[in-house]
């Protein structure tokens, strides 16, 4: 968990939004970084029933604290009329607020107040490897990186039970989904583009639903924070690029269980699929937990050339393949990439034994790449 910490220990004494999916650890991280805040949880029914009907008491509870320790109001997403009151406690009385939530979207679509840039915006993501000793990669393909998950020596109910009372209750309460079937289906549909290139149209048709509906669907599993479009990259191509996104669920093992796919194994297909999506969640978190805030993007060429990301303006650009021996083969997207544009770094990211170079391309097993991304020393 360090890697989070510190990432809010730069905060200072600023407010903060702590958004992240059910299960990636805030209340965890929050207790072990303010054990003394005074704490308002709205998941639980009493303390919601109390400040949805009378949020001036929210006001007056925490200036009978004497305004000495920060306060925590975790799932704030539930009452965001409680934002008013928060503003005016930072404005007049300098409160310190750790604000967390699930999602951020009931707020954002009802337009309340996000405090007028007053708090400081963190998102929490699934576990990275280096929060996890003894990290082990088939148990992070398998099981996906949410805590209680990665940890669980059977983890089969504890993913279905996130699905259906996450993924489909929440999100349909949440965005007020009528359509039911079509959007479990649309989940599924979602999960077999899961690191595709995003066809509208095939999910609009498999689903029963309208292409502007498919959008929407894409659209809530952004806002609340269950999956993000990759772009294409496409600063003044030579040769014709793709320009739909593809598209990411922000875990693995939901992607396995949407997709009922059996054990994941070293070699095999699923093992390869698996393996970028793991890469690519490790290159969003250490974009953002390290604040540089790169682009991440990828490349295909309408001829089929392709590399999988492109950190950067074309600083990096880096390929994935699930295989412990990288042959010539695997190396055509990234000669083709680097004829049209000046790279700084060339790299695959495999699961070969040793480092080696083949020409400018540098071939680098995952552990290595991984402790170097995290060291700050590929981009």
């Known amino acids: 968990m360090f890697v989070r910490k510190q990432v809010l220990e730069g905060s200072g004494n600023e407010s903060l939004f702590l958004w992240g999916a059910r299960q990636t650890g805030k209340s965890t991280l929050l207790k072990s970084l303010f054990p003394n805040a005074l704490w308002f949880d709205l998941l639980l029914s009493d303390t919601f029933l109390r400040y ?31 934002l008013d009151e928060i503003h005016w406690l930072i404005v007049n009385h300098s409160v310190r607020f750790i604000l967390s939530g699930s999602s951020p979207r009931k707020i954002i679509r009802a337009g309340n107040n996000l405090l ?58 949440e965005a007020k989904i009528r359509n039911i079937n ?11 583009s899961n690191g595709e290139i995003v066809n509208y149209s095939n999910i609009a048709t498999e689903c029963g639903v309208s292409h502007n509906t498919v959008k929407e669907y894409f659209q809530i599993l952004e806002d609340t924070l269950l999956g993000r479009f990759l772009p294409s990259f496409q600063k003044k191509p030579k040769r014709r690029v793709i320009l739909a996104p593809k598209f990411y669920y922000f875990d693995l093992g939901i992607v396995n269980k949407l997709l009922k796919r059996g054990r994941i194994e070293a070699k095999s297909e699923s093992f390869g699929h698996a393996f970028e999506h793991f890469i690519y969640q490790e290159l969003h978190a250490h974009s953002k937990y390290s604040e540089k805030d790169y682009m991440i993007s990828y490349w295909r060429t ?24 990288v042959q010539p083969r695997h190396l055509k997207g990234l000669k083709s990439f680097s004829e049209e544009y000046s790279v700084k770094k060339l790299i695959v990211v495999s699961d070969d034994p040793l480092e080696r170079k083949a020409g400018d391309i540098s071939i680098v097993p995952w552990k290595i790449f991984l402790e170097r991304l995290w060291q700050g020393e590929i981009i």
Do not use: C, M, W
């Open 52 to 82: 949805q009907s009378e949020p001036q008491q929210f006001r007056q509870a925490v200036l009978a604290s004497g305004n000495t320790v920060p306060v925590v109001v975790d799932e704030i997403q539930k009452i965001p009329a409680l």
């Open 182 to 192: 079509a959007f479990t289906q649309f989940l599924e549909a979602a999960a077999f």
């Open 302 to 325: 309408t001829s089929q050339f392709e590399v999988d990301f492109i950190l950067g303006d074309h600083e990096v650009a880096i390929e994935v393949k699930g295989t412990d021996n």
């Open 116 to 173: 007028g840039g007053r708090a400081l915006r963190y998102e929490l993501y699934p576990l990275i490897h280096a929060e996890i000793p003894d990290f082990e990669l088939l148990r992070a393909l398998n099981n996906g990186l949410l805590p209680r998950h990665y940890l669980s020596e059977n983890p089969k109910k504890l993913i279905e039970a996130y699905i259906g009372n996450y993924l489909k209750d929440e999100i349909l309460a």
